[in-house]
């Protein structure tokens, strides 16, 4: 086999999921620009106040509980229009005895192995009202007084489901800013980007909303140890249920402060990305070519997107590689996918995020993306555990 021969096989398979990743982060990254956000809403469009219930699965979440249930019961819309739950996994029994104290509702769990669907699962089967709409948190998510009222005054009559705009409640370290910096990007592009056509959001695990019932029936068939909110998303898409998005309505979430704790987190998510993507790849061409359901074939495609850590990762290489073997192709083609990826980002990040912030993200990039592909080796099976990421208490910023 000849050197060129070696060049243009290394070139497919370091070049293809960049090239295809990048131009896909870049379209729509270019779209979610394109997109003017929706004025504030002065009044419900609904004519009437739907019940709503909060739910915060929870598993050894001592540390930040107390600090949630209190955030939340600071809520502003009509008491006897809402119930908030914390169903609690492991929890020490002072924890409990304070939640009690609260008076926010409490649904004790125990499972030999834990997951967020069953948590879930098994809270809905024990409350005894019926309501309209579901909120789900998360142990360490804080939102602001009016949250319920706002998200009343968004919803519409044919809605059934949209995820509010879930932003870092602290960027204490360099981890922390590259991990709020992720998410805001994914959050224009796989979001506000992705709602300028027509199409669905993404979900996200927490800060979604649901018509009750839908949510309740839906998840009875999930049993999802890692990745829920892509079996969610997958399953609702499969019913041809549009998600929407609410940029302004602010969910503030804890991003993990080390390397570790980052590692863990994206295992567990690109674990998740595989199997989805095996499970659902046939029935999503099949919906498309029998239902015409762009979204659902759209979800699946994201599926085979590169993760952005491997991404960097690739490019690198592909540098690298190319430098060493003289290869125009293969440094070409990395730096093609640094541009592409670089103008989706300098696109998509917000403006509240400063120079600074973005240079120190960018300080801790190597190692993330070293440790990340290191840690790949691990990736079979990851799927099939629950991998708990620890939150410490943090004071957000709502400013």
Known sequence: MGMNTVIYILAFILLTPVLWTGCYLLFFSLLGKMKKDEPRIQRSRLGFQPKIVVLIPAYKEDQVIIDTADNILQQTYSQDK?????????????????????????????????????????????????????????????VKPEFLEQVVMRWKEDTEIAQCHRTAKNKDTGVALLDT??????????????????????????????????????????????????????????????????????????????????????????????????????????????EGNVDLFNKVLQFTLAPRLIYLGLC?????????????????????GLLLIGLAYALALPPHLSASDLWKSIGKLPSAMLS??????????????FIHTPHGATTPNNN
Not at 209 to 237: C, T
Not at 326 to 334: A, D, E, K, M, N
């Open 82 to 142: 809402w119930d908030a739950f914390v169903i609690a996994d492991s929890f020490e029994s002072s924890t409990l005895l304070t939640l009690r104290q609260m008076g926010i509702g409490l649904i004790e769990v125990a499972f030999e192995n834990s997951t967020k669907s069953k948590a879930l699962n098994k809270a809905m089967g024990q409350l005894q009202e019926e309501y309209d709409l579901v909120l789900i948190l998360d142990a360490d998510n804080h």
């Open 372 to 385: 990340m592909i290191w840690q790949m080796r691990k990736i079979k099976g990851a799927n099939k555990k």
């Open 316 to 336: 690198s290489m592909a540098i690298l590689l190319g430098f060493i073997s003289s290869s125009l192709l293969l440094v070409g083609g990395g730096l093609l």
């Open 181 to 290: 910096i992720s998410e805001e990007v994914a959050n224009h592009i796989f979001s506000k980007g992705h709602r300028a056509i027509g199409l669905s959001s993404r979900l996200v695990g927490s800060g979604m909303v649901f018509k009750y019932p839908l949510f309740k029936s839906v998840m009875q068939e999930i049993q999802a140890i890692g990745g829920f909110d892509k079996e969610l998303e997958v399953r609702m898409m499969a019913q041809g249920k549009i998600i929407d998005y609410y940029k302004d309505l602010m969910v503030f979430d804890e991003k993990v402060r080390n390397t570790q704790s980052l590692q863990k987190q994206r295992l567990r998510w690109i674990s998740s990305q595989f199997v989805y993507l095996g499970r659902y790849f046939g029935k999503a061409c099949q919906a498309l070519i029998q």
